[in-house]
């Protein structure tokens, strides 16, 4: 496979740089500036409610003490996660966003494909089957524009039977067990961190796509996409977007 010279550039939980990540006004800033290829969390409510959330905990976006996990969705529908640490008050607003309210703005968005995330937490917490039956409901008006992934590959193929047409698997390792897991499941990608991605590139060869998260230098990204990275994560996208190296033939 030739290495493309153009990168393609995925929106790390939106646009964090600039915005609150994970919230659907992140979104939104990250496609103005032109992203197509964006990514998000998911986590479950007490009532297995799927929002979009990296973390289980709210300390840090919303700098409340609460495990997504544990609280009901009532509770956390009016939850603040404007990162006023980093943000001050300029993201008050920004709610805790609901999984569907994701997938309906998703459906305005013609053109762009979301990476949706199902977290360890939650499926440790509710069981496998629960948190794949409540997200892939949650995802069907814009099931056509997700790519659903996780660490957990078990995860990903209920999610194929349930209408997931495109899934990826998020690598840690590379050892025999792995590499069979990997035939088995096929997954159209494999994610893995940027420090990794060489090793991981050569110990797992396949026929799928590699995308490395993250980072926020133009060399850097150009260089994993010379080194056969499909997409390359940052958390800086409409930046790297704006950045002349990123459009050179």
Known sequence: MVPQTVPMLVGHRGWPAQFPENTLEGFAAAVAAGARWLECDVQLSADRVPFVCHDAS?????????????????????????????????????????LTALADWLTRQP??????????QSLRHHGMQPVVDAVMTAL??????????????????????????????????????????????QPDYLFTDEKLFARMRAALPGP????????????????????????????????????ARMHKP
């Open 58 to 98: 709210l300390k840090r976006t919303a700098g409340r003490d609460l495990d997504i996990t544990a609280t009901p969705a009532r509770e956390l529908d009016v939850i603040s996660v404007g990162e006023a640490a980093r943000f001050g008050a300029r993201f008050a607003a920004a709610r805790l966003a609901r």
């Open 111 to 120: 053109g762009v494909t979301q990476f949706v995330e199902i977290k360890r």
């Open 140 to 185: 069907q008006p814009a099931l056509k524009q997700c790519v659903v992934i996780s660490f957990d590959p078990v995860c990903l193929t209920p999610a194929r039977r349930q209408g997931a047409a495109r899934v990826g698997w998020a690598v840690e390792a590379a050892g025999e067990q792995i590499r069979r897991s990997a035939a088995e499941l």
């Open 208 to 243: 799928w796509q590699w995308i490395v998260y993250h980072t926020e230098d133009a060399g850097r990204v150009l260089e994993l996409t010379s080194q056969g990275a499909y997409m390359v994560e940052t958390n800086d996208i409409g930046t790297l977007l704006g950045d």
